[in-house]
């Protein structure tokens, strides 16, 4: 779904009849600052096509400062042809419809055009016209952590209904078990028994792990996402001594965050240990490698919801890829691209980030696997 839709309305300031003088008193980005808190990109149109205000948004789509865009005719920023944009321009002013919406894309040098859902309307003042810019790849990127949050939801409904049905029947089969032990005839025949009472502990056991992020309590305090990294890389080259390369690529300004430390140690570990099962054959060569790289991304969006800053930190390892026939499930229960997986890893680690507001993303080819986590930073 796209960003709400800020009203041409509510875009400029409300005299009163008896000092509208006011409000030409006021400057453009005195009257348009309200949409700089919007993540859509907006931009705010004289009578003659220039721009008279352009969003935050807009500025870091574009790469262009406020100041290098006023002025500039912003139809010549679109794919479509100008004629297109011109006409739809005037609509709005002649107050023809109450807004205009077509697909476009925003030119933006040295990169691609930007794919853009259009919306043209006219601003409450009657001459200036108001310019909204939806992406469309974060439109979709937006679809598919909606998607992310209800099967996290769904799949937690699940797991606590599946637990309660399979806990009941293993506790009585586990118990008969040993009590038909007692009885055995034969020692011989223990055999057996053994097998059902360690069947039924490997179920429970596995029961208790769907079950562990919705048991244990959110301990929050203070999070140095650097020594959550180290303790990590830590535990992993134990594992790995050698053949095993992992990188670090930090950016030591990040500051401190609140959160479950514990929490985020365990989803990182399992992304990471993910990542090194992954890399078995090129662990054997010696030339397996990991990154863990921490950067801070300004002015995003995720959750349906825009941060100023968040925590953007990559797992990046040099393995053949996740599978393609499970490239959109890996983070549901139960799903595994490798001989004799559980699939929990990286649903808890989807869990316990969430538990951060944030989310994971996975962006995968031969070669190079990339897990993102988001997390809002204060």
């Known amino acids: ?121 006219c601003v409450d003042n009657g001459s200036d016209v108001l310019i909204e810019c939806w992406p469309l790849e974060a439109q979709a990127r937006q679809d598919r952590e909606e998607r992310l949050r209800e099967q996290a939801l769904a799949n937690k409904e699940l797991i606590r209904n599946l637990a309660h049905e399979i806990k009941n029947p293993l506790g009585g089969i586990r118990g008969a078990a040993q009590l038909l032990e007692m009885e055995l005839p034969s020692r011989d025949l223990e055999e057996y028994t053994q097998v059902i009472i360690h069947e039924a502990d490997r179920l429970q056991s596995l029961v208790d792990r769907l079950l562990a992020p919705h048991r244990h309590p959110h301990q929050v305090g203070d999070v140095n996402i650097h020594e959550v990294c180290e303790r990590v890389r830590s535990l992993v080259l134990v594992e790995y001594p050698r053949g095993l390369d992992i990188r670090r690529d930090y950016d030591i300004s990040i500051p401190e965050f609140r959160g479950d430390r514990e929490q985020l140690i365990q989803a990182l570990l399992n992304i990471v240990q993910n990542a090194a099962l992954s890399l078995s054959e090129r662990i054997a060569a010696g030339d397996a490698q990991i990154v863990l790289r ?27 890829g996740v599978p393609e026939a499970i490239k959109d499930r890996i983070f549901y229960p139960l799903v595994t691209g490798r001989d004799g997986g559980s699939g929990l890893g990286l649903t808890l680690a989807q869990t316990f980030v969430q538990r951060h507001h944030g989310l994971i993303e996975c962006d995968s080819a031969p070669g190079r696997t990339d897990f993102r986590i988001l997390i809002p930073l204060p």
């Open 1 to 121: 779904m796209a960003a709400p839709t800020v009203p041409a309305k509510a875009a400029t300031a409300q005299p009163h009849d008896n000092d509208s003088h006011s409000t030409h008193a006021l400057s453009a980005a005195e009257r348009y600052q309200a949409l700089d808190l919007v993540s859509t990109l907006v931009a705010v149109l004289r009578p003659d096509g220039t721009v008279l205000f352009a969003n935050v948004a807009l500025e870091t789509a574009l790469g262009q400062s406020r100041r290098m865009l006023e002025g500039v005719d912003f139809s010549s920023y679109f794919t479509t042809e100008q004629g297109v944009v011109r006409s739809a321009l005037d609509g709005a002013r002649s107050e023809n419809f109450a807004a205009l919406r077509f697909d476009s894309g925003l030119r933006r040098a040295p990169q691609d055009p930007l794919p853009v859902h259009v919306s043209v309307a």
């Open 294 to 320: 921490t950067r801070v991304a300004r002015q995003v969006t995720f959750g349906r919801q825009r941060y100023r800053l968040a925590l953007d930190l990559h797992v990046i390892d040099n393995g053949p």
